[in-house]
């Protein structure tokens, strides 16, 4: 058992820091992990987005499109604590690790769409087709849990570009 939470430990992101501590930094937070990826494989090969947030305050971002001979963007860096609780309170106010995945449209050539979370104790793992807008959401046979994943998911692409593009400005300001 050790060494297979060792062995999880090391995927999520290597060395493991202290966590992040509660808003007047007392005790430590429970253990945080975000994975997000949407893709499909289609005309100009495997196209993707995919970022995480690793415990120890890693994260991720990979975003590969051929589509004009464009290339592989790949980035890493390491954010602070209150960047790690930002996006807890982002998970834990869209009361996602409520819901189950289970009546959403299954993965198809369009694409599809995953989300893990571990907070905590609580860890889920949610998969889904590609989602075009509020109608393919409103058509689906679970709209309300599906609603509420397709504003997360908005949400946490936001707050993850707005990230990128602060950590890494190619053009000086001027």
Known sequence: ERERERERERARGGERR????????????????????????????????EFE??????????????????????????VQDGVLLELRRIIEDSEILKEDDKKWPEPDVVGKQELEVVLGKE?????TSKIGSLLDV?????????????Y???DLK??????ISLHFKIKPIG
């Open 18 to 49: 202290e966590g992040p501590r509660d808003k007047d930094g007392g005790k430590e937070m429970e253990e945080f992990y975000l994975r997000y990826y949407v893709g499909h494989k289609g005309r100009f090969g495997h196209e993707f987005l």
């Open 53 to 78: 947030f690793h415990p120890n305050g890693k994260m991720r971002y990979a975003n590969n499109s051929h589509y004009k001979n464009e290339t592989m963007i790949r980035k890493e860096a390491f």
């Open 123 to 127: 860890h889920i793992s949610l998969c």
């Open 138 to 150: 409103a058509e689906s046979k679970d709209p309300d849990g599906l609603k509420i994943f397709y």
């Open 152 to 154: 997360l998911v908005q």
């Open 158 to 163: 936001c707050f993850v570009f707005s990230l």
